[in-house]
């Protein structure tokens, strides 16, 4: 997007804030930022809100921006295919509309079903894509907003049409003509191109014309960095140019959380593993087994058959054969997701591993098949390789029942939960069981086995069959994997009354809590609270429920198991045990740290004052989960600076409080001092939001002076009439005054001065 929308979306802006709608205005600039920043859980929160408001307001180019942004939030860095079509497909119907199609981001809605196409298989649409790209660019001129956009797509499906040497020169003519019209390519169009060259086995040529877009300004500036590293490493690679490339091509632990790139990346690791430089172990297999998970969840079809044939060929170069075979399997299956005229290659590539496989020797074992257990049971767990076990362990399946635990659990380790259903399924319930009877562990290992497989019918079928406390407990572990709370507390209260233990309350009390049915789950692990099998997780999540009733003995009997100290023997507890940071969800969708005073176990008042609009204010005191959000630091004098964050868990008592702006020039040191002293003394807290950048303009000489703004809370028996009077008392003596306009407008007092003073020093 150029100039043209950024200036529509300033004047949206500002109308919105003139009607009133503040929030609405922040969150409409804020959307790109999500979408590129990957703050996807606030984005699809936000963008459907301000899409809603859009309608009701009857902005329809508001609420296709809010809904495109939405759009490429999924199909963007987060790579959704077939999931998002049906969006794409209908976000393009709604920018056909008459009153939408003059916004000049109305295009984008092309690009966007473009690449929603693409990420769900690419050359399956490739056809589709080009005409639909084809069409929009016709009279596009190179300076036009959508003409980049349009342009880098239309390359793509032409690499995905197999047709390289084309796609290279519809890229060299579009830069060309941008160029001629005096404007330049987006990095993604020269990406593009140079993923033409390369595919035109012109990787030298693909390589320059990356150099060459070093200084191209990106659509995606967020993400640039770690894409531009792993083009650069495939091209790299494929040069032969190995140090280089491993240089170039960015950790796992970055592009772990950029689905885009999981493909290219692979197929750079791919070209660069017969290296020494590039570790080819079972931890890079896992990770490639959860991407196709990950793709197979989206309706990216092409790319998890793609990866899944890379994960097979680097399976084999570890003699990884059983994982070769069904990672085959995988692609095969894949294939039927496929557009049958478009599968090319593939199924000669999936042939070419399964020979493979059939022609690689697997490791030698480490023993006789009658002492794996125990070798396995003796390995040293941060060294053994659960690829080479799986192997060793496979000839023990359902045939002996320790040998079959640790196979099966391996294997789900590994990102195979559903061979390792299909092993113990065969043992529980088609066969004979193993020797030794199956028992709870049995059952516990096939019913989270069947859970992650996410085979809930075969889930169901198993728990048919199983007495009635197993049969509650295990479809109560289905319900709380799938999220379905009041059934998994209906589970779990029947698995209790048949007879179960431990995990049968662990799954109530949880269920309860998410239910906002604390009484009952906090009662659940009461029952227990001397057992010598209860963890001190299931104590921290019985004070938190408890502390939400406020059921003060609950939570002393959980303090003294934990052996904490708490002050009294009954009543509220309310005491001082020092400073925390309560995490809280803002309106915007985003989060906010909140300096608070612990006052319990699981319980904080809220020190600082917030701005109007806000669920909570100083004064509050709210509920926390006591499980920290970050590690604390190792050193000395870090550790005596950190103050822990902690997620607020709800609101349990507010306290009133009003917040009111002040703004202005900062004030010397002793009267600022004073003015703290002032606040303080009266128990009204105040935070300053500036920062040492903040400056306001001298009245008469234009110098800029250091400026502070913030707010000042006050219980709710303070009238705004005795703030105004205490502020005007506190800052008289001021060098510069001190402007608080809302509250002076509030009580009619000063109104003008007030304005007077935010006009004069551009406040």
Not at 342 to 360: C, F, H, M, N, Y
Not at 372 to 392: L, Y
């Amino acid at each position: 997007m150029d100039v043209d929308i950024w200036a529509w979306v300033g004047d949206t802006q500002r109308q919105l804030q003139e009607a009133g709608n503040a929030g609405l205005a922040i969150a409409l600039g804020d959307l790109p930022a999500q979408a590129y920043e990957g703050r996807y859980a606030q984005l699809d929160v936000v963008a459907p809100a301000v899409a809603g408001q859009a309608e009701e307001l009857e902005l329809p180019w508001l609420e296709f921006y809010a809904r495109y942004w939405h759009l490429v939030g999924r199909i963007g860095d987060r790579a959704q295919g077939a999931v998002a079509l049906g969006d794409a497909e209908e976000l393009l119907a709604f920018a056909q509309r008459e009153d939408v199609r003059d916004c000049p981001s109305a295009p984008a809605a092309i690009e966007a079903l473009a690449v929603a196409q693409a990420n769900a298989d690419g050359p399956g649409h490739a056809a589709d894509r080009l005409r639909l790209l084809s069409e929009a660019l016709s009279g596009v001129e190179p300076g036009a907003l959508p003409f980049c956009g349009l342009t880098t797509q239309y390359v793509l499906a032409l690499l995905d049409s197999g047709r390289p040497g084309e796609a290279v020169a519809y890229a060299e003519s579009a830069i060309e003509r941008l160029r001629a019209a005096d404007h330049d390519a987006s990095w993604e169009l020269a990406a593009a191109a140079a993923r033409a060259l390369l595919a035109a086995d012109r990787a030298e040529d693909a390589l320059a014309a990356l150099e060459a877009a070093s200084g191209l300004k990106p659509d995606d500036p967020i993400n640039r960095p770690h894409r531009e590293g792993v083009l650069r490493a495939l091209v790299l690679g494929t040069l032969g140019r190995t140090s280089e490339a491993v240089e170039a091509l960015p950790d796992l632990d970055v592009v772990g959380d950029h689905p885009h790139s999981f493909v290219e990346w692979s197929r750079a690791v791919h070209v660069l593993a017969g290296s020494s430089q590039i570790a080819n172990t079972w931890q890079l297999g896992r990770v490639l087994r959860q991407w196709i998970d990950y793709f197979a969840m989206m309706g990216g079809y092409r790319a998890r058959v793609e990866l899944a044939l890379i994960a097979g060929d680097l399976a084999i170069a570890r003699q990884g054969v059983w994982q070769a075979r069904y990672l085959a399997d995988i692609a095969e299956s894949g294939l039927a997701e496929l557009k049958e005229e478009q599968v090319g290659e593939l199924p000669a590539r999936i042939a070419k591993l399964r020979r493979d496989a059939d022609s690689t020797a697997p490791p030698e074992a480490p023993g006789p098949l009658g002492e794996r257990v125990g070798i396995f049971d003796a390995a040293d767990g941060s060294k053994a390789d659960p690829e080479r076990w799986v192997e060793w362990l496979t000839p023990l399946a359902g045939e002996d029942l320790e040998g079959t635990r640790r196979l099966t659990t391996t294997l789900g380790f590994l990102g195979y939960p559903s061979r390792g259903a299909d092993i113990y399924w065969t043992m529980m319930v088609d066969g004979e069981p193993a020797p030794g009877t199956p028992d709870d562990e049995d059952i516990a290992i096939l019913a989270n086995l069947l859970i992650e497989a996410r085979q809930d019918e075969r889930l169901e079928q198993f728990a048919a069959r199983l007495p009635d406390a197993q049969r509650h407990l295990t479809l109560a572990r289905l319900h709380r994997a799938r999220e379905r709370w009041e059934e998994t507390l209906s589970e779990a209260e029947q698995a209790l009354a048949a007879g179960a233990g431990l995990d049968a309350r662990r799954l109530l009390s949880g269920s309860a809590q998410r239910l906002d049915q604390n009484a009952k789950g906090a009662q659940a692990i009461r029952e227990v609270l001397d057992s010598p099998e209860l963890e001190d997780e299931d104590v921290w999540r019985m004070i938190v429920m408890a502390s939400s009733t406020e059921d003060w003995e609950t939570v002393r009997l959980g303090a003294a198991r934990l052996r904490m100290p708490v002050e009294g023997d009954s009543g509220p507890v309310e005491q001082e045990m020092g400073l925390i940071r309560v995490i809280l969800p803002a309106p915007d969708g985003s989060q906010r740290q909140v300096i608070s005073v612990r006052t319990g176990p699981a319980t904080a008042r809220l020190a600082m004052p917030q701005p109007p609009g806000m669920e909570f204010n100083a004064g509050d005191v709210v509920v926390f989960d006591p499980q920290l959000l970050e590690p604390v630091p190792d050193g000395a004098q870090e550790r005596e600076e950190f103050i822990p964050p902690f997620a607020a868990v709800r609101m349990l008592r507010p306290g009133g409080y009003t917040s009111w702006f002040f703004d202005g020039a900062a004030p010397s040191e002793h009267d600022w001092a004073e003015f703290n002293e002032v606040l303080a003394e009266r128990g009204w807290p105040m935070w300053v939001y500036s920062d040492e950048n903040y400056t306001v303009s001298h009245p008469t000489s234009g110098e800029r002076l250091p400026g502070v703004f913030g707010w000042v809370a006050v219980p709710p028996e303070v009238s705004p009439t005795e703030v105004d009077a205490l502020l005007d008392d506190a800052t008289e003596r001021w060098v510069h005054p001190l402007a608080w306009l809302d509250l002076a407008r509030e009580v009619g007092v000063e109104v003008e001065r007030h304005e007077r003073i935010v006009k004069e020093y551009g406040l």
